[in-house]
């Protein structure tokens, strides 16, 4: 049976995952990732986790289906409940919204160890994302723009450690990693924020601060471009 491939965002997700990891796929779904790790021998073993039935019920016949149950490990749980400290090198969630991977690393907040990478492609709220990451002592070492579907993305390749652009307004919209890219998908993905927050710009009074540092913002992703 061939093995099928994966899309734009796992595969960016997957090229962040050296051979040899131990990971765990937090949300897992049909658990693709996991099984794709696997047969190509990226990784000996993967922890698959979701928190909903039908998505368990999925990947168990996913893992079945695929010969792969000595290989990957499929267990129900929110977050890292499940997940034991220690237990694995990279941790892998992709497909939810930035709010949603925010409450999922507060609850565990032991995962700023630095022996972890954190993989994370946040569906919504990248932004909101950032500045939790920012201030909750982890690092985006590597962030790339994906073009999936016809709309654009991020995948972020986030450690413990505090992040020497944390300080910076502009890096919660574009991290220092993304704006050292300037291929077609970075580009679009700037363009998303700099309209963004152009929109942001028209509803606030010309004469206030907030005016004036949304502008200098837009000025400096402008000079980018």
Known sequence: ???????????????????????VDIGTDHARLPIWLVKTGRCTHVTASDIADIPIRRARENVARWEVSRMVRVIQCAGFDGIAPGSFTHAVICGMGGDTISRILAAAPWTRDERYTLILQPETAARRLREFLYGHGYTIHDEVAVLDGGRVYSVMAVRGGPDPNRADPLHTRLSAPLLSRHDEAARRYAARVEASLAREIRGLAPDGEAYQAASALLARIKEWE
Do not use: D, N, Y
């Open 1 to 23: 049976m061939r093995l099928f491939t994966l899309g734009a965002r796992l595969e960016t997700a997957a090229s962040f995952i050296p051979p040899g990891s131990v990971v």
